[in-house]
Nanobody, 117 residues
Framework: QVQLVESGGGLVQPGGSLRLSCAAS???????MAWYRQAPGKQRGLVAT???????NYADSVKGRFTISRDNAKNTMWLQMDSLKPDDTAVYYC????????????WGQGTQVTVSS
């Protein structure tokens, strides 16, 4: 079992930056991690992933603006979000799965990010 807690959301103006954190309740060395987001009236969608080995991938909509990272020693993952747009407004969730498992099966409670002037 892995419990995940997100933090760092808030209100930011367009063009601004936020850094989200995801703290895990146990070691994440063998876990792939990810950030998802869900905007009002839309399905939850993948934002970025980072494997247990540190390889990162991004949704096209955030490439070049968002950076996913992790520190296994601190049981923590981050999402640095720069050049934020109103379309980035959503609840952001962190997720985890054991590296050999197909689907993400551990989820945080979410943190709200609102991009508005």
């Amino acid at each position: 079992q892995v419990q995940l807690v997100e933090s760092g959301g808030g209100l930011v103006q367009p063009g601004g930056s936020l850094r989200l954190s995801c703290a895990a309740s146990r070691g994440i060395y063998n876990y792939d991690m990810a950030w998802y987001r869900q905007a009002p009236g839309k399905q939850r969608g993948l934002v970025a992933t980072i494997t247990s080995g540190g390889s990162a991938n991004y949704a096209d909509s955030v490439k070049g603006r968002f950076t996913i990272s992790r520190d296994n020693a601190k049981n923590t993952m981050w999402l640095q979000m720069d050049s934020l747009k109103p379309d980035d407004t959503a609840v952001y969730y962190c997720a985890a799965k054991y590296f050999v498992v197909r689907s993400y099966d551990y989820w945080g409670q979410g943190t709200q990010v609102t991009v508005s002037s």
